[in-house]
């Protein structure tokens, strides 16, 4: 905990933690087990760190830096903020990490039994968005997803005590699915970053260039690019959607919230009519309960 100037304890991991509200799935909704809640949002609370050191997106004056053991001058050092971020994660499993937010993920592992490969997945993932700017062809971006979105299903499985193979392999087309559609909506705050997560093949077959995704608003082309990705996303939701019926209960919700939370963000790009350059198309609650309620009734 640190202090505030009104003399206020505030906990280091709580900005981090908001930012589930803004997630196209649900990160932990109500309905769920109180024990489930806590430990996914744990698992969320690593994902979105990992995340936000990768992109450079910490919190200004480097506390996060600094519980870290890294110098705040170095704090900009992405890799090295990455490598930091590791050796804490291993004192998860023997040990005591120093940033809270890996604290909070300590009962977690133990009442889950977790192991280290998903989380060490997701780091690696951000690793290689600081050294791979762009993808070649669709396998090389089906293989990036493969760290960088489907440890977090693969966790999520794992806290609720429902892995098969079966399950894990719906789970990854889902969260492949889920990833396309947040490369889809970011288009235009990746490039920012010097990322492009569109495969050079298809830019190449629809005569896209990259200056035309630095445009205010998406030329037909692009447009047709977009659509072409994102029907790819919509089969592999419409792959994975089986996972959803093969669990019960208060699971059964949480996991249609994912597969709907991706094809409302999918219905409103189309709404779009494909132009996710002025920036990303989002979709609202109804449109979301809208897709959960198909989704729970198996229609689609």
Wanted: charged fraction near 25%; proline fraction near 6%; charge should be negative.
């Amino acid at each position: 905990m640190t202090a505030t100037g009104t003399g206020h304890a505030v906990d280091p991991a709580h900005g981090t933690l908001a930012k589930a509200a803004d997630e196209n799935f649900p990160v932990a909704p109500f309905f769920l087990p109180r024990a489930w809640r806590t430990d996914l949002m744990a698992v969320y609370g690593f994902a979105r760190l990992v995340d936000d050191i990768g992109d450079g997106d910490l919190a200004p004056g480097g506390a996060d830096a600094r519980l870290l053991g890294v110098p705040e001058d170095r704090a900009d050092d992405r890799l090295l903020m990455l490598d930091a971020f590791e050796e804490d994660l291993r004192r998860v499993f023997d040990g005591t990490p120093r940033h809270p937010l890996l604290r909070r993920l300590v009962p977690t592992v133990r009442r889950r039994a977790l192991t280290p490969e998903p989380f060490l997945g997701l780091i690696a993932a951000n690793r290689q968005d600081q050294l791979v700017a762009r993808y070649e062809t669709y396998d090389d971006l089906l293989a990036y997803c493969e760290l960088s979105a489907n440890p977090v299903g693969r966790l999520v499985l794992a806290v609720t005590g429902t892995s098969t193979p079966e399950r894990i392999r719906r789970s990854d087309e889902i969260c492949t699915a889920l990833q396309i559609v947040e490369h889809l909506q970011d288009v235009a705050e990746d490039l920012g970053r010097d990322r492009i997560y569109l495969p050079a093949e298809d830019m190449k077959r629809f005569h896209v260039q990259e200056s035309d995704l630095a445009a205010p608003t998406a030329n037909a082309s692009v447009r047709a690019l977009i659509a072409y990705e994102a029907a790819r996303a919509r089969d592999l939701l419409n792959e994975g959607a089986p996972l959803v019926g093969s669990v019960h209960g208060r699971l059964r919700l949480l996991l249609a919230g994912f597969v709907a939370g991706g094809r409302a963000a999918l219905r409103a790009i189309a709404a779009a009519d494909h132009d996710v350059l002025p920036g990303p198309p989002k979709s609202g609650k109804v449109s979301l309960l809208r897709e959960a309620g198909v989704v729970l009734r198996g229609e689609g």
